[in-house]
């Protein structure tokens, strides 16, 4: 089956400590993205790849970080220096025709990451 | 910039009745809409399309949304609600600046009563 998976469901970290959110894909898409949702809230760009070894910073970048070393993968850590990190983290990603990104494109969303700070 | 704006937070319709789950949206040129589901705790299913073609645009489970440009809405619609409809829905419009951005709203959370 093809799809996007996210682990782990549920995460807890103590204050100060970084945490990294796994998303794996296997839809050979090119483009990949990170959203944070809030209760009562849409959901908000985080980071967001449209390549291998390339990324860049969305509406709500500081505090994150991401890499993409390979085309499946594209795991988020979530530093100490992110003030409000209780969240859930949404990982997406897109396929891009001919290489070419389109605002016509689909984004294809994982379960999601229940990230918790004690 | 683009926008999108959930008139309703909160709708409840009984069992068999219709849904209107309402969206504007503010764009600075022809926009892309589009409409998610999101179950507890799950994530998001894509359940229609606005992409400048048709402007009723048919999705699934019996959904269905309209393009109204000139009243910039994109309200998702459906005949008759079943109980397996219940979930939060976001109305999204993209913004293409070289990447597809999307532009969430802040939700309809759907309640179908037995």
């Known amino acids: 089956d093809g799809g996007i998976t996210q682990s782990p469901k549920y995460l807890f970290r103590k204050e100060g400590q970084n945490v990294t959110l796994s998303c794996e894909q296997n839809l050979n898409h090119d483009a990949m993205y990170w959203y944070r949702q809030d209760p009562g809230q849409g959901l908000r760009l985080i980071y967001y790849?449209?390549?291998?070894?390339?990324?860049q910073k969305g509406d709500i970048a500081e505090g994150y970080s991401v890499s993409r070393e390979k085309k499946e993968s594209f795991p988020l850590t979530v530093t100490s220096a992110q003030k409000n990190p209780t969240a859930f983290y949404l990982c997406?990603?897109?396929?891009?025709?001919?290489?070419?990104?389109?605002?016509?494109?689909?984004?294809?969303f994982g379960p999601g990451t229940r990230l918790t700070v004690l | 910039a683009q926008s999108v704006t959930q008139l309703d937070s909160h709708v409840s319709v009984s069992e068999g009745t219709p849904v209107l789950l309402r969206c504007n949206y503010s764009s600075s040129y022809s926009p892309s809409l589009f409409w998610y589901v999101q179950h507890p705790n799950k994530g998001l299913q894509l359940l229609l399309k606005y992409t400048s073609a048709a402007t009723l645009v048919k999705g699934i489970n019996g959904f269905e949304a309209e393009f109204k440009k000139s009243e910039t809405s994109f309200h998702l619609t459906k005949p008759s609600a079943h109980m397996s409809d219940a979930a939060e829905y976001f109305c999204?419009?993209?913004?293409?600046?070289?990447?597809?951005?999307?532009?969430f709203g802040t939700g309809t959370r759907l309640t179908v009563i037995p």
């Open positions: 997406a990603s897109e396929r891009v025709p001919s290489g070419r990104a389109s605002s016509y494109n689909e984004q294809f």
């Open positions: 999204v419009v993209s913004d293409w600046t070289g990447a597809n951005n999307l532009f």
């Open positions: 790849s449209q390549i291998v070894n390339d990324f």
